[in-house]
């Protein structure tokens, strides 16, 4: 065992030893092995498909494996499904919560095993319990309030507290920070580290290279469905990482940004939604990427919902400089403006539809002769967009459900691309993206800047927002409060003004 | 998962059912053959142009509901209202001669606005006003019903013959066949052009599948339903048409089971109730499934009380395939 | 073309057999397959069927007044070769086309229970005199009344069918309420008829609408109902009500259960007709017309008899005890 020569602070919980598991065509998993302790935080790091799922779901009993063993301090246990994951102490929260989402935070902390006095339950104890356990966690919601009025983050604490109601001693993450914004994930990490404290284990499994280096002890990198190594991560540098889960250096990642901005593509001129955007205003350049940062919740997203028609809005805006009043997405989309929504498959995506529908939804009218839609025009407009983007399918009548998020991304840029898109927002462009396909990503908006198409990128992920943006507003409460040039941007100087330092003169 | 060779493998044991998956219309075909050659061993009648023309005869009113219906569930939605708006349209067409002199002609376009503004109210309840399809449609239901029977509880029989050219007959060989037969089919192809190869058909499939992202793609939702729901209701008033030509009455008693047998022939097609999947050609299959039963099982000597079990079991089956093939995607 | 012409040459080869064959194919088509009722007339053909060597082919509505159902089942059954076709109408005028379809087709075409509007759509009628059932049981009640003023209340089968106006106007005619054409399908009243209500024929429908009957007006003492299910639904709403001793039932079918009714008290008079009767007739035109090709034609009356545990003086009638024996039955 590799990992066995880390010291942790706690005896060691949980020993998976070369797990292998097989699905038919596919070996998903093949000789992994990972070891976590008491009071220790785990992290599983890997690209989309390297197996981290499947590794998780054999743990959690979710799946049954083909190879390997599974010790429980020590012993050999057999997990033959979730009854016998809980039975011996480990918990699973994965992205989609499994909440009620009509039930009442004490209704699901103790879902499915509420104290009972005689026949009745006994609600006063679960009602104390639950508060007992979220005050645990610090989270100040009620017991009683429906999950459904919740925020993810807020549910995400309810998931948690419903573990440790299960006498949790080892608990599994799967990509919590996905769902969460910037200012949320401060809340989550001190959460895992007071779990860490109380001496349950954590795995945690993550994208961001920036969490495991905050959060984690230790880190097992699997790449392709194999193990690849277990580190300290104290003995490492996020290159280091980077290079083991990708097989490449992480400043390949953000290509160099070398184009001249042009001339003035958009310009907004007190853009303003009641309760969310108080007066704001700004301008984006042809060729020109621009960041928004914030924090969840500052009013980025509404801004560019507004800019694309998508919700009620007061503004002067113009569009290369003539009036541009969207009053629907339709127009917006007439005047080459197009949004790749934050949440791709709620709002972007048609799942059970094929790659060519999905592709060629808002150019349908350019493929179309006579009222018919001309198979022919059609496909090739798609195979064209499959090859220049590089989109992984089998064929153009691949349903998209079945598809990785990274693949899915390239479809919805294809969408936009085949209309003539000459301002592209992105909400969000590379959540829940592995690092290969968001180095694509980044290669695509790159190109299409030279191509003289101006980018708004909305983004939680500084790094992402340092490394491509060319001019960055930071926004809070609504308003924009300061604008920074590409050379003067720093992680501190956005979180500054995105937190609520002194206010800068807006640009 | 990031490359499509490792996306999530399925268990071996639906991977039969998840090809069917990939093209769901071969699943209702087969049954209709299977049935077909079951039955034409079992009855030396069955197999005859008279018999088949029988059959279609028997499906062309469900069949023409289907078409409406099959529209409405391709977006996500579901009609209740559609045998009782055919009903409303039928006696309308019928009793506004019969009762009130009009010209047939003028009739018919009476009876077709009542379908027009029943399926515009269906639409727009439901876009702008926000209710679910089946609320909506339980509620236009019983307005159309009672619509009905305050126009008339009497059958009308005295149809101008006009209206009953679709119950006329031509020949092919020795076998006739009925103008309403070859209108619904026509209709049918008409439906299949139309979300096969226009905007029109890609956007009811977009709105159907998931209504928020048609709407940030560009597509007017709001007017795609209420289209929708319109064009739906015209069906069902040619439906009512159809249904004149064939039974020769304005029947104020007919259309109440419209609603569950129209939905019969969409799911034995192989068409999601939760829309966005589906194909039209697959209602016009479902619709000859049960007629063909129906006809087979009559031509055995078995009642009517198994006639409708069996229909009952093939629904099952064909939601069950539907929703193995579709598990976990 | 090529499939066309091998279905036709099929067709042909397979008509051509059935000249040759010696089994006539008689077609039943009821209302519905769930009314005792019909069960009755069922089993009265299907013996007769099996006595005379023919093959019966069933049929019927998914409801009471579905009358595509009884179109479908009768274009199947010509098609499967039926002789003749015996038919109980749900809805009388609609079905008249298709009727004379299988007509022009060759078919000897009789209507059980229930005539057509108009009658001459069929070739011949076994029926029971619906107007008369009614007229007995109001003559009856209104000599079981013995002078108390009525209060009535009416539960009837569903507007616009002829059987149901017939049986409700005999009632009223029998009481001396109302004067009625015996043919008409539109219900007269009186103002002694305090509260009338569609059943459909149907337990839990008769039931509710007794309910609301009673809700409107707790006077009421005289109940006249469709069927025997309509009635046995009043009774439930009724003896809910505490009034079982206050109020008369009467009814028309005279079916097992529901002479067991006149037994129990439940139902004071029910008119008692024949299904089996009909339908075994009816078997018997249908093979006659096929070895002789001779029509059976107009109206055959196949008998009502009042059935009452308490008779009245002037009103011919029979106990509960001859209804028993006789429910529903020929012989």
């Known amino acids: 065992m590799r990992a066995a020569t880390a010291e942790g602070p706690g005896k060691v919980l949980l020993e998976m030893k070369g797990i292998g598991k097989t699905f038919p065509g596919v070996k998903a998993l093949q000789g992994v092995s990972l070891t976590v302790r008491e009071g220790q935080v785990h992290a599983l790091l890997g690209e989309n498909g390297a197996g981290k799922s499947t590794l998780i779901k054999i743990l959690s009993g979710a799946y049954a494996k083909d190879e390997g063993e599974i010790l429980w301090e020590g012993k050999p246990v057999a997990i033959r499904g979730p009854e016998d994951a809980q039975a011996l102490g480990i918990s699973t929260i994965y992205q989609e919560f499994n909440l009620g989402r009509q039930l009442t935070v004490a209704e699901n902390i103790f879902l499915g095993q509420l104290p009972r006095k005689g026949f009745r339950v006994d609600w006063k104890t679960a009602r104390a319990r639950s508060r007992e356990l979220l005050d645990r966690l610090g989270a100040r919601i009620s017991v009683d309030a429906k999950v459904e009025r919740l925020s993810v983050a807020e549910q995400q604490l309810v998931e948690i507290a419903k573990a440790l109601n299960r006498k949790t001693r080892l608990l599994v993450m799967d990509e919590p920070s996905a769902v969460l914004g910037e200012g949320d994930l401060e809340r989550l990490f001190e959460v895992v580290r007071s779990l860490q404290q109380q001496g349950i284990g954590i795995v945690y499994i993550s994208h961001r290279l920036v969490e495991i280096f905050a959060l984690a002890d230790e880190v097992t990198v699997l790449k392709d469905g194999r193990y690849v190594a277990t580190k300290r991560v104290a003995d490492v540098q996020m290159d280091d990482l980077v290079r083991l889960m990708i097989g490449r250096d992480l400043k390949d990642v953000y290509p160099r940004r070398a184009t001249p901005a042009g001339p003035v593509l958009l310009e907004v001129k007190n853009l303003r939604r009641p309760k969310l955007v108080h007066d704001v205003s700004f301008h984006v350049r042809a060729g020109e990427i621009v960041g928004f940062s914030g924090i969840t919740g500052s009013g980025r997203t509404e801004v560019v919902r507004a800019v694309f028609g998508a919700d009620p809005h007061t503004a002067e805006m113009t569009m290369e400089g003539r009036p541009y009043r969207p009053r629907s997405p339709k127009d917006a989309i007439r005047s080459g403006v197009a949004l790749v929504t934050e949440d791709r498959k709620g709002q972007g995506l048609f799942l059970k539809l094929n790659v060519a529908v999905n592709t060629t939804i808002s150019a349908i009218r350019s493929v179309t002769r006579g009222g018919v839609i001309r198979r022919a025009k059609e496909s090739a407009l798609v195979e064209k967009m499959i090859r220049d983007l590089r989109i992984k399918t089998p064929s153009a009548r691949f349903l998209v459900v079945n598809m990785s998020g990274g693949n899915q991304q390239k479809v919805i840029l294809a969408r936009w691309l085949s209309v003539h898109t000459k301002l592209l927002i992105m909400d969000e462009p590379t959540r829940g993206i592995d690092v290969g396909s968001k180095a694509e990503i980044y290669q695509i908006m790159d190109e299409l800047t030279k191509r003289g198409v101006g980018i708004i990128m909305i983004s939680s992920e500084l790094p992402e927002v340092l490394g491509m943006s060319d001019r960055i507003y930071v926004m809070r409460e609504g308003t924009i409060v300061g604008e920074l040039a590409r050379g003067a941007a720093s992680e501190e100087a956005i979180m500054k003004y995105a937190v609520g330092g002194e206010l800068a003169a807006a640009g | ?329 | 073309m090529k499939l066309q012409r091998a279905l036709v040459a099929a067709a042909a080869a397979v008509l051509a057999g059935e000249a040759l064959a010696a089994d006539v194919t008689v077609g039943l088509i009821t209302k519905t397959e769930s009314n005792p009722f019909f069960v009755k007339m069922k089993e009265g053909a299907s013996q007769e069927a099996k006595r005379q060597g023919a093959k019966l082919l069933t049929g019927a509505g998914a409801k009471d007044g579905d009358n595509e159902g009884q179109v479908t089942a009768l274009e199947n059954m010509i098609n499967a070769g039926a002789k003749g076709i015996l038919i109980t109408p749900s809805d009388t005028k609609a079905i008249v086309p298709a009727l004379q379809r299988a007509r022009q087709q060759g078919a000897l075409v009789i209507a059980l229970d229930t005539a057509t509007e108009p009658q001459s759509a069929v070739d011949a009628l076994f029926a029971t005199d619906n107007f008369k059932a009614g007229v007995l049981i109001g003559q009856w009640a209104k000599a079981a009344m013995a002078g108390k003023k009525p209060v009535i209340a009416t539960l009837d089968l569903q507007p616009g069918i002829t059987v149901g106006a017939q049986r409700h106007n005999g009632f009223l005619q029998g009481m001396g309420l109302a004067k009625a054409d015996p043919n008409s399908s539109n219900l007269v009243t009186a103002p002694q008829v305090v509260c009338s209500q569609d059943t459909h024929g149907d337990q839990a429908e008769g039931q509710a609408a007794m309910e609301n009957c009673l809700s409107k007006n707790p006077d009421i003492n005289l109940v006249y109902t469709i069927n025997e299910p309509a009635a046995f639904g009043a009774y439930t709403a009724i003896r809910a009500a505490g009034k079982e001793k206050d109020i008369l039932i009467v009814s028309v079918d005279g079916g097992c259960r529901g002479v067991q009714g006149v037994v129990d008290g439940k139902i004071a008079a029910t008119s008692q007709q024949y299904p089996l009767k009909m339908a075994t007739m009816g078997v018997q035109a249908v093979v006659d017309y096929a070895k002789s090709g001779k029509k059976v034609s107009g109206y055959t009356d196949t008998g009502v008899t009042l059935i009452t545990d308490k008779a009245q003086p002037g009103v011919p009638s029979k106990d509960s005890k001859f209804g028993m024996a006789n429910c529903w039955g020929t012989k």
């Not at chain 2, 009793?95 to 002609?105: C, E, H, K, V």
């Not at chain 2, 209710?131 to 305050?150: C, D, E, H, K």
């Not at chain 2, 049960?290 to 229909?311: A, D, E, H, K, P």
Request: charged share 10%; glycine share 12%.
């Open chain 2, 1 to 329: 998962m990031s490359t499509v060779a490792t996306t999530s493998p399925a268990p071996p044991r639906t991977d039969f059912l998840r090809s069917l998956g990939s093209f769901p219309i071969l699943g209702p075909v087969a049954a209709l053959i299977l049935a077909c050659i079951f039955f034409a061993t079992q009855s030396d009648r069955f197999l005859s142009g008279a018999n088949f023309s029988l059959i279609l005869q028997q499906v062309v009113v469900v069949g023409t509901l289907a078409i409406g219906q099959t529209l409405v569930i391709l977006t996500g939605g579901i009609d209740l209202s559609n045998g009782m708006i055919m009903a409303l349209s039928s006696v309308l067409m019928t009793g506004l001669y019969a009762n009130s002199g009009m010209d047939p002609y003028l009739a018919v376009l009476v009876g077709m606005a009542v379908c027009v503004a029943f399926g515009v109210v269906n639409g727009w309840l439901h876009t702008f006003i926000g209710l679910p399809p089946f609320i909506v449609t339980l509620g236009t239901y019983s307005i159309a019903y009672s619509l009905v029977r305050i126009y008339t509880t009497a059958t009308i029989t005295d149809v101008p013959p006009a209206l009953n050219f679709f119950g006329d007959t031509f020949r092919i060989g020795s076998t006739a066949i009925t103008y309403g037969t070859v209108a619904m089919i026509v209709l049918y192809v008409i439906a299949w052009f139309v979300l096969r190869s226009t905007p029109a058909g890609r956007a009811v499939y977009a709105v159907g599948d998931n209504p928020e992202a048609a709407r940030l793609a560009g597509i007017h939702t709001g007017r795609v339903l209420i289209a929708v729901y319109t064009i739906a209701a015209i069906s069902y008033g040619i439906a009512g048409l159809l249904l004149v030509g064939r039974m020769g009455v304005g029947d104020p008693n007919t259309g109440q089971n419209g609603n569950l047998e129209s939905i019969t022939a969409v799911v034995l097609g192989g068409t999601s109730l939760l829309g966005g999947r589906g194909y039209i050609m697959g209602t016009l299959v479902g619709a000859l499934i049960v007629g063909v039963f129906r006809n087979g099982l009559q031509l055995m000597g078995i009642g009517s009380n198994y006639q409708v079990l069996i229909t009952g079991v093939l629904v099952i089956l064909a939601a069950s395939v539907d929703y193995l093939s579709h598990r976990g995607k």
